[in-house]
């Protein structure tokens, strides 16, 4: 019912994302027993910004937070906030606010009480908190139900309680963590505009820990891709998905095809990788491959072209194995020797005379592929 | 739609039905071992005794007595009092200990919570013996104060009074006091805590708006239960009281036994019950707070 009337910013100013750190990990690791959760971060956040922390469940983005929180010691290294070192400051005097994955609503409190008490906590008066208050509760689109207790509540009305009352105090930065993860499939994409919205209407920076890829590349100014404890990447969505840094942040991030090959030809600036039986170019990048080097290469499906009508860098023949419908596309699958490769094709444009195990043409440009030693294989996701 | 929907509505009754059936025998069970004493027990309090007989008439005068006789209410009214007292000193050491084991031990918890509760294992009899030991003329207390020397003669101070009464009842009831306040203290989620220290609560203001608020159910229980072992005991009155520390129970027992007026036993019984029922659903409706872990 409530969920559908959200809250609308008429007047979006531009981002306000600035030059200033905010918050800075300086080799900040953390260790439970024996087991590594953290392992060596760097992270420069800067102020205004709408910053992820994005991986598979067990990477260590939610305890990264909770020490950005102070909810967590660092086993090693320091964590800046505003320029003051507050790696040994406690939770409650960090000005910091976290929404919690499952809101952690207070039972006790009506809705009400549960705004107010971050502004009990400065000794700030109810009648002074009043005011403060109301807005919160017409930001979230919830003055209604101020008197309501939690479990009179919906998830996504609990979720807008817990930001209204991380928001009160008008902290340096809010922490999210997982905000979404507990909303069904369209309350979520909802929330998403009502977050994004909040957050550039109030310029508050905000760090962000999800294991949803579209929901980081939607939202996000910048995000860390990060994988059993290490920062694979930090980048703005579209060098995650376009310039991605490892098969693990490729693999990670939408769809990726993955085939096996060796450099025979090193030039200025390209390489010629032997995939199958056959030759392709492909761009020098920051590793340092060689000839003779086994490598991966890496191409998005959708940058995959089947009988293409122009010229493409790279063309190789491949037997057409499966076409899968997909609603406003086809995912065309062919072999070649040393794989498979899938394409996608807007299902408008698909040549519909192609037959299963015809030898077709497939090709793709230079610059849409990306290598990497074949060593960083074993770091590829594999949901199949 | 009309089928299921009638499917449907005859799963549900036929889900009442089996409910209904498998309740029988703990209502059956209920009926003869609550109801049906307490039931004989209010039609005796209407009977009267005469001589050694007790004679099949109605009549009120056993309540009347109570009234009547300002002994016995005066007793009630202590015996509420030491209860009172019981179940705060219950309190006061049962909720660190209960607070300790469940929030603060990790790996020795369950050992502690068994340690907490092997009286329970232990007969009522044989605790109260070990309390007389303990503060007796030739007790733990007196002889260690003989054997410093910081007393020449032993003390009769810690028998026989209100104080070793209250003390030893204070004893029986922590583990009854432990057990649902670190029930309740252990539900509350870490979240909730997390939540309060993110806000700006110190480790002291986290314990006063978010963990005491949290335990009152477990609380409330605890003292309704350390406040009815209390109110109702007259063995250890009996055993340690004296003639000061006497209660309302030893009264009740005494018309059961060597006064042998059942009747009056009874309407003293029931007035303590009715009482008693009265504090309780006035605890319990303080202290049911809405809206407590309702999923």
Redesign the interface.
């Known amino acids: 019912m409530d969920e559908n009337k959200l809250y609308i910013n008429n007047n979006i100013p531009e981002a306000r994302v600035t030059e200033e750190t905010q918050i800075k990990l300086m080799a900040v690791s953390k260790v439970f027993q024996d087991f590594i959760a953290v392992d060596n971060i760097n992270l420069d956040i800067k102020k205004g910004e709408f910053f992820s922390l994005l991986g598979p469940s067990g990477c260590g983005k939610t305890t990264t937070l909770r020490m950005i929180a102070g909810l967590e010691n660092p086993s090693a290294g320091r964590i800046m906030l505003g320029g003051k070192d507050v790696t040994t400051i406690p939770a409650y005097r960090r000005d910091v606010n976290t929404v919690f994955q499952d809101y952690a609503i207070f039972p006790h409190m009506h809705v009400w009480d549960n705004i107010y008490f971050p502004l009990k906590m400065r000794k700030i008066s109810r009648r002074e908190a009043a005011p403060r208050i109301e807005r919160m509760l017409k930001l979230v689109n919830m003055s209604d139900y101020a008197k309501r207790f939690s479990h009179q509540l919906s998830g996504g009305q609990r979720q807008r309680i817990a930001l209204a009352r991380a928001l009160v105090n008008e902290p340096e930065a809010l922490l999210l963590d997982e905000p979404l993860g507990a909303l069904d499939f369209k309350l979520r994409i909802a929330m998403q505009t009502v977050l994004k919205d909040i957050q550039k209407d109030l310029g508050i920076t905000f760090i962000y820990v999800t294991h949803d890829q579209t929901e980081a590349i939607t939202m996000s100014d910048r995000i860390a891709v990060m994988r059993q404890g290490v920062v694979d990447q930090i980048g703005s969505p579209d060098d995650i998905y376009n310039k991605p840094a490892t098969p693990f942040v490729a693999s990670f991030i939408g769809e990726m095809n993955f085939i096996d090959g060796t450099v025979i030809k090193e030039l200025a600036d390209e390489l010629i990788v032997k995939i199958g039986g056959f030759e392709v170019t492909c761009k020098k990048n920051e590793y340092n491959i060689k000839t003779g080097d086994d490598v991966l290469l890496s191409i998005r499906p959708e940058k995959v072209y089947v009988k293409p009508s122009d010229i493409l860098d790279n063309e190789v023949k491949a037997t057409l194995s499966r076409i899968v419908f997909r609603g406003d596309n086809y995912q065309v699958t062919t072999n070649i020797d040393s794989g498979e490769l899938t394409s996608v094709i807007a299902s408008k444009s698909l040549d519909i005379s192609l037959n299963s195990n015809e030898l077709i043409t497939i090709g793709w440009n230079v610059e849409d592929a990306r290598i990497f030693p074949i060593e960083l294989k074993k770091y590829i996701i594999n949901y199949k | 739609m009309a089928l299921t929907k009638n499917l449907a509505k005859q799963k549900l009754k036929e889900k009442k039905q089996k409910s209904f059936i498998a309740g029988i025998p703990i209502t059956v069970w209920l009926f003869i071992i609550v109801l049906v004493p307490v039931f004989l027990m209010f039609v005796m309090s209407f009977r009267q005794k005469s001589g050694y007989e007790i004679l099949n008439v109605f009549t009120i005068s056993n309540y009347l007595e109570f009234f009547r006789n300002d002994t016995f209410w005066r007793l009630l009214l202590k015996s509420f009092r030491m209860a009172f007292m019981v179940s705060i000193s219950a309190i006061i050491t049962g909720y660190p200990l209960a607070y300790f084991v469940s929030r603060r031990l990790r790996r020795f918890r369950n050992l502690f919570y068994m340690l907490i509760i092997t009286p329970l294992w232990v007969s009522y009899l044989v605790r109260i013996i070990a309390w007389r030991t303990i503060l007796g003329n030739r007790g733990l207390i007196n002889t260690a104060l003989l054997n410093l020397g910081i007393i020449k003669e032993p003390l009769s101070i810690f028998l026989y009074n209100q104080a070793s009464v209250v003390l030893t009842l204070t004893y029986i009831a922590i583990p009854f006091v432990f057990i649902p306040l670190y029930t309740a203290l252990e539900k509350i ?1 870490n ?2 805590i ?9 480790e002291a ?1 986290t314990f006063i ?2 963990i005491f ?2 335990s009152l159910p477990g609380l409330v229980t605890g003292f309704m239960l350390s406040f009815i072992i209390a109110l109702g005991d007259y063995i250890i009155p009996a055993q340690l009281g004296g003639n000061a520390g006497i209660m309302y129970g030893n009264v009740v027992w005494a018309q059961f036994g060597g006064a042998f007026n059942w009747p009056f036993g009874a309407a003293l019984g029931f007035i303590l019950f009715f009482i008693a029922a009265v504090v309780l659903v006035i605890a319990q409706i303080f202290g049911s ?7």
């Open positions: 989620p979240n909730l997390d939540a309060a220290r993110d806000l700006g609560a110190s203001r708006n978010v608020p949290l707070k809405e809206g407590i872990f309702a999923e």
